[in-house]
């Protein structure tokens, strides 16, 4: 509380017990009166009583709050009209805060406020008062109710529900645009003097903001506030009340506002050209580089939409607009040629696509600028002069036979020369061949269209400076007919005549096929070879021909089997003709002409062969059979020769095994002479039941001498696998002649030593442990031997 604020309060307190006593505005008021009217009461003797009038006297207290006298703050008297003032009545105080926050003088009826007041609390208090006779404790009045208003005084400044507001309004928004309403509140009486009257003024904010005194409502103050020039305003207002007068209370609230934005601004291009790079290679869709215009707006005004409008690289080029990062991506529309064109200009524009139309008058939203684009040079592979070839050949060209030419280029400026090849996974039977050079197609082998029509080949054209700049290209070589198949019979007949046969009875139809295909369709004749007695052919003229009889009296018992020969020509140029044999057996047949028996040679003559044929080929396949037996069982009567003499009788080989080179011929086990000539070493073999005394000294077969024409052949291989560019690159020449040196231990073996028993000192074989006791026994006691 203020000083000034205590000196009115002590004014007050001086000045009312003067002007505002209970008594003074007994007398200068009417007093209320509560009577209690008389009633009358019968008594015993029959007479009636009538009670005097009686009644209380008080005007309506009232009390200032925030009372900070030392003593009790006086409220007021209670009177009663039967009080003589001789002290036998008793005043009693109940109700709200009886005897607690209000006492009474039981004798005087002065009520008194034992403590501080606050009106914001509680405003008024219901309290009863009643008198009573002292001495008999009956009240002289009846209970009466009153009450004690508390007079406010401007002890509360205005507060605000936020401490911090939060607002928003639109940039470049009119004077007097509404931004938000603020409203203070004050704990004061406002029905009591001005105490909560609130008037509200900006204390921080000017000029940019104003705000209305009576109602708090905050507009901006200036005009064309702009976003991007400044976007947070921190404003405070000040809410005081009594009317905004001196010595009113006071309290502030911070408003922090924020200018939102709105399309006022236009994209713009942050250079006026752009030059960006491509390589001619470059594949349709790829992404060549990025234009990006800047936009002072935000969210949705700041979308730009971008397009190619003008430039002689419109068909060529295409552009992107990135969603997310607003850039304007240039693709590639049209596969590139460095030959053909090395610069080419675009004319890109970027427009917002949300336009305010209370800003058209800022101007167009919308800017361009120019993009160059330079392509450059890679080194390209060879181009074809065509996508596909298709060559046409008579089966019957002589071998070394062009049938075609293939043609490439290099369409680099460079203009490097280019080497023509077959991939040769297409032509695996190496039939065709090319010239690198010219690249013409021949033939290396004969042709045959009944084996294969045709043949799908690739040629491959490579720089000769780069051979990994290269091109394929589909070869289809078609190969044309040439009348050199002879027509032959469709399927083997198995024919029969029957004995009872009559002239002119058709024994069998044929048919012919021929693996040539002529153009105006196959056509053939049938005839016989010789004119027979016995059979004869009748042409259909549709491709078969008919086996009819011309006798009758077959008999199976005197010919069993005739063999017909039959000519089949065809139409084509030239004309082909071949004889086939028709094999008639005689069989007995009933009379519907069913085959019932045939003579058993005339059963195996249909495959060609004779009795006496058969007969060979059965002793033959019996004396097979034979020989296989007996050399089965010579096998397993020969006896494996054992490798050790006894169960303790064990060869080993001392192998290093920390040194990865070499391999079995770093073991003196190995003798690479044994492998190239066995029979020499054959003829030294030892008898493995008698230890010999002596030991032969082993002779090294001589090394073959290389073989040239296995050296001719890889390196003509290797020759052709280098100028093949399907070939991998990880091919070399490596010699598989040299596996290590020779072990260092010498050879243990009898076969390997160079010495005899004599000449060589193997104690040293007992240090090697139990594994070569039996090699010590065997050669170490040679001596002790002899001298026993």
Known sequence: MTIYQFLVLFLLWVCLPHFCSPEIMFRRTPVPQKRILGARVPRSDGKILHRQKRGW????????????????QYVGKLHSDQDKGDGSLK??????????????????????????????????????????????????EPESEFVIKIHDINDNEPTFPEEIYTASVPEMSVVGTSVVQVTATDADDPSYGNSARVIYSILQGQPYFS??????????????????????????????????????????TTVNITLTDVNDNPPRFPQNTIHLRVLESSPVGTAIGSVKATDADTGKNAEVEYRIIDGDGTDMFDIITEKDTQEGIITVKKPLDYESRRLYTLKVEAENTHVDPRFYYLGPFKDTTIVKISVEDVDEPPIFSRSSYLFEVHEDIEVGTIIGTVMARDPDSASSPIRFSLDRHTDL???????SGNGSLYTSKPLDRELSQWHNLTVIAAEINNPKEMTRVAVFVRILDVNDNAPQFAVFYDTFVCENARPGQLIQTISAVDKDDPLGGQKFFFSLAAVNPNFTVQDNEDNTARILTRKNGFNRHEISTYLLPVV???????????????????????SQGNMQSCSAEALLLPAGLSTGALIAILLCIIILLVIVVLFAALKRQRKKEPLI???????????????????E????????????????????????????????????????????????FINERLKEHDLDPTAPPYDSLATYAYEGNDSVAESLSSLESGTTDGDQNYDYLREWGPRFNKLAEMYGGGESDKDS
Request: net charge negative.
């Open 211 to 252: 705000v209305e005194p009576e109602t708090g409502i905050i507009r901006t103050a200036l005009p064309n506030m702009n976003r991007e020039n400044r976007e947070q305003y921190q404003v405070v207002i000040q809410a005081k009340d009594m009317g905004g007068q001196m010595g009113g209370l006071s309290g502030t």
């Open 665 to 712: 011929e770093d073991t003196q086990a190995f003798d690479i002479g044994t492998l190239r000539n066995p029979a020499a070493i054959e003829d030294k073999k030892l008898r493995r039941d008698i230890i010999p005394e002596t030991l032969f000294i082993p002779r090294r077969t001589p090394t073959a001498p290389d073989n040239t024409d296995v050296r001719d």
């Open 57 to 72: 006297m008080w005007n309506q207290f009232f009390l200032l709050e925030e009372y900070t006298g030392s003593d009790y």
């Open 568 to 590: 089949i020509s065809d139409n084509d140029y030239p004309i082909q003709s071949s004889t086939g044999t028709l094999t008639i057996r005689v069989c007995a047949c009933d």
């Open 645 to 663: 003499l006894s169960k303790e009788d064990i060869r080993d080989n001392i192998v290093s095994y920390n040194d990865e080179g070499g391999g």
């Open 91 to 140: 005043y009693i105080l109940s109700g709200d805060g009886a005897g607690t926050l209000f006492i009474i003088d039981e004798k005087t009826g002065d009520i008194h406020a034992t403590r501080r007041i606050d009106r914001e609390e509680k405003a008024f208090y219901t309290l009863r008062a009643q008198a009573i006779n002292r001495r008999t404790l009956r009240p002289v």
């Open 429 to 435: 039977d190496r039939i065709f061949n090319i010239h």
